[in-house]
């Protein structure tokens, strides 16, 4: 049994502070920090009501690292679970390093003042964690996370080698709101807004924001525009899958989304940079953060179904192969067990399953790992524990996207 610091206490750490309260046969004491206390306490109550669990809270600012260790020094955690900001990444595993106890993330690292995305500088940490004995493993959340599992486990299971790599995240939920994001504003308009990628034939292709776009036909949910994103994970897969010739990512909005969208950026409300107003310093994007609802109060209001997964083309004892490994969520279901929407959900729970087969030592390799560089099974089999059932679906090698 170990002991468990959750650092966050937005929608995703509520997840995993409830996921780890339910896994009390292996997370035999749970604290939850935030910048806000308050938040933290209500968790905690609501954890006590709904799972008969006794949780402890703490106040800590996570950009700061002696703060950190102080906090890391005084819970004595076998682990910390980074549910913050990506921009809190670094001094989070600093502090790991500092006080000697494992890290384990959803989200790479982020730069405060530029929109980009990418895992260099906490790959540049896998000699200091190796040093330690320590494992920092990155972007256990859905994409990432669950999705580079998903192509470990196709891998590992029904290719030799895997030639394409299609990532498809399709939220199919209704809040009711005219504008809102399921996750944080400013992390979710950033990572709209920046330039598409895609790797093929050994290197990276860019493409403008929303620029191309295909249907793809969402198992339960139906036939959805679908726009090519850059996503972190397509980082690490390129580094780590067999015979990997392109991947791609594509992510579903609605039309509404994309015309608010569309108009603060032409008014220069998603920008990044410091304006002056009134004799104030103050950035546009931080505005509409503060204007738009709390992702985490989205939860009793949104209905409808997510469909995240990846399609796998390759070989298999040298006939080409297609399958297509996804999770259906259900919003209100969602809820129902943990007070949040299936954003928060479907990346919450992974949180907890990776920290869940570290603290078993099930998963436990020193230096900074991604998800898929592991054996995929016991994450599979966890996930159909937990609350995220996967379903395998069999293709037409020939089957094309739609793409335009």
Known sequence: MSRVL????GGVGRVVAHKCAQNGEVFSHITLASRTLSKCEEIRDEIEKMQNVRIDTEQVDADNVEELVRLIKK???????????PYQDLTIMDACLLTGVHYLDTANYEHPDSAKFEYKEQWAKDGDFKAKNLMALL?????????????????????????????????????GYAFATNFNPEINIREVNSKGRYWENGEWKETEPMEIKMVWDYPQIGPKDSY??????????????KGLK???????????????LKVLDNIGLTRIDPIEVDGCKVVPLHVVKALLPDPASLGPRTKGKTNIGVVCEGVKNGERKKIYIYNICDHQEAYKEVCAQCVSYTTGVPAMIGAKLMCEGKWMEPGTINMEQLDPDPFMEELNRQGLPWHIIEMDPDATFEVK
Request: charged residues 20%; negative net charge.
């Open 139 to 175: 972007g256990s959340g859905f994409d990432p996370g669950v999705t580079n599992v998903f192509c470990a486990y196709a891998l590992k299971h029904y290719f030799d080698e895997i030639h394409y790599i299609d990532i498809l995240d399709c939220n199919a939920g209704d809040h």
């Open 75 to 85: 819970v004595d955690p076998y682990m910390v679970i980074n549910v913050a900001l």
């Open 246 to 260: 392109r991947i791609r990512f594509w992510m579903t909005f609605s039309q509404s989304y994309l015309t608010h």
């Open 6 to 9: 959750i650092i966050g206490a």
């Open 228 to 241: 090519l994103l850059y996503h972190e994970e397509e980082e690490s897969l390129v580094k780590n899958i």
